[in-house]
């Protein structure tokens, strides 16, 4: 639970830290910070888990008073990890839960999102759970668009780009969730010559937007450099 321990803790300080400390430490200021302090807010930060089942990993998340809302397939880490480490996705069974928290902001919020690669599934092999553990490749910290709109999201990608060195790895629809419209994803990871603590970083916006994100330009030889030099997690309170 030592992980899931501290991304709590993370989740708990994300909510009230400023917003240039979680973006771009090198540069505090320009359009990056700016823009996500006036557009973005705090949604959660997630980790990977591997329990021995699904029903063993949610009970222990309710053994330690998490009251973990239920848990339903997450394609997109499915995705992501049959892709790193050469699985099928038919045998690789992700789920995705999320934590409420009484947030230092006043609110009861479920920033914790959990993914659980239990070890029964079929796809599952040790040389992952330890990868997977001292790299974090699945940590993120989370902000949702207020009020999204493509010219905002093209700035946004820019800036975050130009100023905070996150690259714009892709992203997703998911029409069952954020409304009638649903809700739009964009993914970052923090390009390897810009190191800092928070590596991965996503933007979700209600509505369908894979017009805009279909424009947006693409980075993926930098992307996969920065998920080549991804070192091991440094372990700190914030």
Known sequence: MRRLDETIREARFASEAPVSSLLS???PHGTAVSLAERDCLFDHCAVL??????EAGLHELERAGLAPLPAVPSTVVRGRLSARHGLDPVRCEVHITRLRLDLPDGRRHPAVEVFLFPRDSHAFDARIEESEAAHGFE???AFVVRRPTGPLLRRLVT???TEAGLLWEGGGHNPREGGPDGSTVLYFVRDAARPAHRRRFELHCSGDLRAVTAALPRQDDAVRRAYAAW???TRTTA
Do not use: D, E, I, K
């Not at 888990?49 to 699904?54: A, K």
């Open 25 to 27: 430490p090198v540069t």
């Open 49 to 54: 888990l591997f329990p021995t089942t699904l």
């Open 139 to 141: 940590n993120h910290t």
């Open 159 to 161: 800036a975050w780009h």
């Open 231 to 233: 070192p091991a997690v």
